[in-house]
């Protein structure tokens, strides 16, 4: 545009310029004006359509606060729908975790109560305690039937405590000891059980035993077994008191002398005795007599051996020996007596005969250890033998039963003390024969060093005689001139007449 307007300025000149400049203004007014009626039209139309909008957009904000008038209610419902299923979930874990607590409790209270209970009372409460304990155990039951099982099993309980308040009696069955099965009448006083039979002549404690769950009748004496079948017949009467809650008479109806225990063990009990009298009586005497030999040690009698040695009196070291009572001292002496010989061999000699004294009985002490638990073991067999076949032939048996393996464990027992105890003295005495043994090994080092220096010492003093004697032969064999160059006088010998 300026190029143009420039190149028709030059081309017109300055007079047209100024007309030039006024055609292109109005022109520029003109575009300018048509420019801004035609936003004025734009802006108008604009503003008709903005109306509609407006009006739009104002029923669109009512209708949304309405709507968020109707929602507001429902926001606060949904919160609290929310904050209420909270409480009620944590309410029903509380819940859980109390039926939780609770079963646990209960189930413990099951699994014990068979155990707090006197073995006679399962006669009463053993169908409900075997529901409750099924139920406990069965994993497919569900959590109302093992609840109301368990409920049962309590009330039964709560039941039982107030019958057992001062006493209480009850129709049931119980074992004698010949294992025959008696219908009569229980009594609990406390924590003991009395029972009588039907007849009256079968009365005494109630007891367990092992394997089974019908009491046995032990009897006492037959002023007690009386006393007792009038108190379970009538209910009442008199009962010496029991101040160790039935300790006293369950000690005196189990307690066993040694004597019993050992005829309780079967017959494998006799060699098992044998053994342990050899075991014990060797291991005494060889203690004794070790003991014996440590007390009549005399190292004074060694010591002047010794030194008599060294001196080169072999007389005197031999009748030092001799007289001694010391065992070191003797193994000395008998080796002194073939230093001729070979002093080695003499002292190891007499070192293994004085060890064999102190080894003597070591054979058996050793053999009796290591076949008491055998014999123990042979018992236990024999007696689980005796234990199956009374379970085979006789099921009406519990004593055969019991008393067989009562056979095997004490017979067990036995084998194992007597290999326990005699283990002790045994490595005592190892022990023992270890220290002798070491004092000879000194004491024989000693006197091989004595000897030796002695054979030494005594050659080189036989080197050094010889050497004097070939000098003395030296100089006589020598010529007078020879004598006077080595500062030596001849020596004239007179020639015979």
Same mark, same amino acid.
């Given at each position: 545009?300026?190029?143009?307007?420039?190149?028709?300025?030059?081309?017109?000149?300055?007079?047209?310029?100024?007309?030039?400049?006024?055609?292109?203004?109005?022109?520029?007014?003109?575009?300018?004006?048509?420019?801004?009626?035609?936003?004025?039209?734009?802006?108008?139309?604009?503003?008709?359509?903005?109306?509609?909008?407006?009006?739009?957009?104002?029923?669109?904000?009512?209708?949304?606060?309405?709507?968020?008038?109707?929602?507001?209610?429902?926001?606060?419902?949904?919160?609290?729908?929310?904050?209420?299923?909270?409480?009620?979930?944590?309410?029903?874990?509380?819940?859980?975790?109390?039926?939780?607590?609770?079963?646990?409790?209960?189930?413990?209270?099951?699994?014990?109560?068979?155990?707090?209970?006197?073995?006679?009372?399962?006669?009463?409460?053993?169908?409900?305690?075997?529901?409750?304990?099924?139920?406990?155990?069965?994993? %497919?039951?569900?959590?109302?039937?093992?609840?109301?099982?368990?409920?049962?099993?309590?009330?039964?309980?709560?039941?039982?405590?107030?019958?057992?308040?001062?006493?209480?009696?009850?129709?049931?069955?119980?074992?004698?000891?010949?294992?025959?099965?008696?219908?009569?009448?229980?009594?609990?006083?406390?924590?003991?059980?009395?029972?009588?039979?039907?007849?009256?002549?079968?009365?005494?404690?109630?007891?367990?035993?092992?394997?089974?769950?019908?009491?046995?009748?032990?009897?006492?004496?037959?002023?007690?077994?009386?006393?007792?079948?009038?108190?379970?017949?009538?209910?009442?009467?008199?009962?010496?008191?029991?101040?160790?809650?039935?300790?006293?008479?369950?000690?005196?109806?189990?307690?066993?002398?040694?004597?019993?225990?050992?005829?309780?063990?079967?017959?494998?009990?006799?060699?098992?005795?044998?053994?342990?009298?050899?075991?014990?009586?060797?291991?005494?005497?060889?203690?004794?007599?070790?003991?014996?030999?440590?007390?009549?040690?005399?190292?004074?009698?060694?010591?002047?051996?010794?030194?008599?040695?060294?001196?080169?009196?072999?007389? %005197?070291?031999?009748?030092?020996?001799?007289?001694? %009572?010391?065992?070191?001292?003797?193994?000395?002496?008998?080796?002194?007596?073939?230093?001729?010989?070979? $002093?080695?061999?003499?002292?190891?000699?007499?070192?293994?005969?004085?060890?064999?004294?102190?080894?003597?009985?070591?054979?058996?002490?050793?053999?009796?250890?290591? $076949?008491?638990?055998?014999?123990?073991?042979?018992?236990?067999?024999?007696?689980?033998?005796?234990?199956?076949?009374?379970?085979?032939?006789?099921?009406?048996?519990?004593?055969?039963?019991?008393?067989?393996?009562?056979?095997?464990?004490?017979?067990?027992?036995?084998?194992?003390?007597?290999?326990?105890?005699?283990?002790?003295?045994?490595?005592?005495?190892?022990?023992?024969?270890?220290?002798?043994?070491?004092?000879?090994?000194?004491?024989?080092?000693?006197?091989?060093?004595?000897?030796?220096?002695?054979?030494?010492?005594?050659?080189?003093?036989?080197?050094?005689?010889?050497?004097?004697?070939?000098?003395?032969?030296? %100089?006589?064999?020598?010529?007078?001139?020879?004598?006077?160059?080595?500062?030596?006088?001849? $020596?004239?010998?007179?020639?015979?007449?």
């Amino acid at each position: 545009m300026k190029t143009l307007l420039l190149t028709l300025i030059l081309a017109t000149g300055t007079a047209g310029a100024a007309d030039l400049f006024n055609a292109a203004a109005s022109s520029a007014q003109k575009d300018y004006d048509r420019s801004q009626a035609d936003l004025s039209r734009v802006r108008g139309e604009i503003d008709k359509e903005k109306e509609p909008l407006n009006r739009e957009l104002g029923a669109l904000e009512e209708k949304l606060r309405k709507l968020q008038d109707e929602y507001a209610p429902l926001t606060r419902e949904v919160d609290q729908a929310e904050l209420n299923l909270s409480n009620l979930k944590t309410q029903v874990k509380l819940s859980q975790d109390e039926n939780t607590y609770l079963t646990n409790i209960m189930d413990e209270f099951t699994k014990g109560y068979e155990s707090k209970i006197h073995v006679s009372e399962m006669q009463r409460v053993g169908d409900v305690l075997g529901k409750a304990k099924l139920a406990s155990e069965n994993d %497919k039951s569900s959590l109302k039937d093992r609840f109301l099982a368990q409920v049962g099993l309590i009330k039964a309980a709560i039941e039982r405590l107030a019958d057992v308040i001062g006493g209480s009696r009850f129709d049931g069955q119980a074992v004698d000891g010949q294992g025959f099965v008696l219908d009569g009448k229980f009594a609990l006083l406390g924590p003991m059980a009395f029972f009588a039979d039907k007849t009256g002549k079968v009365a005494g404690i109630a007891m367990p035993q092992v394997g089974s769950q019908m009491p046995i009748v032990r009897s006492i004496t037959p002023e007690i077994n009386l006393a007792i079948s009038n108190l379970v017949a009538t209910g009442s009467g008199s009962m010496p008191l029991d101040a160790t809650l039935g300790g006293a008479i369950k000690e005196f109806v189990v307690k066993h002398s040694l004597l019993d225990t050992y005829k309780h063990g079967g017959p494998i009990m006799h060699p098992l005795l044998l053994v342990s009298i050899l075991v014990f009586g060797t291991a005494i005497e060889r203690i004794f007599f070790i003991l014996g030999e440590k007390k009549r040690r005399r190292q004074k009698d060694v010591v002047d051996i010794l030194e008599a040695v060294e001196a080169g009196n072999f007389d %005197k070291a031999i009748s030092v020996g001799r007289t001694t %009572k010391d065992y070191v001292a003797r193994a000395l002496t008998h080796a002194l007596s073939h230093v001729e010989t070979n $002093i080695t061999d003499a002292l190891g000699l007499a070192a293994a005969l004085e060890i064999k004294r102190f080894k003597r009985g070591f054979f058996i002490l050793d053999t009796g250890m290591t $076949i008491a638990p055998l014999l123990g073991l042979l018992g236990t067999v024999t007696g689980m033998m005796a234990s199956f076949a009374a379970i085979g032939g006789d099921m009406g048996a519990p004593t055969a039963i019991t008393g067989g393996i009562a056979e095997a464990l004490i017979a067990t027992a036995f084998g194992l003390v007597i290999a326990m105890t005699g283990l002790v003295p045994f490595n005592y005495l190892n022990n023992m024969v270890e220290d002798a043994e070491h004092e000879l090994e000194v004491a024989a080092s000693r006197l091989e060093l004595i000897i030796e220096k002695n054979k030494h010492e005594e050659a080189l003093r036989q080197r050094h005689r010889q050497a004097l004697a070939d000098e003395e032969l030296n %100089k006589i064999a020598r010529t007078p001139e020879e004598q006077v160059r080595g500062g030596l006088k001849p $020596i004239s010998i007179p020639q015979p007449a």
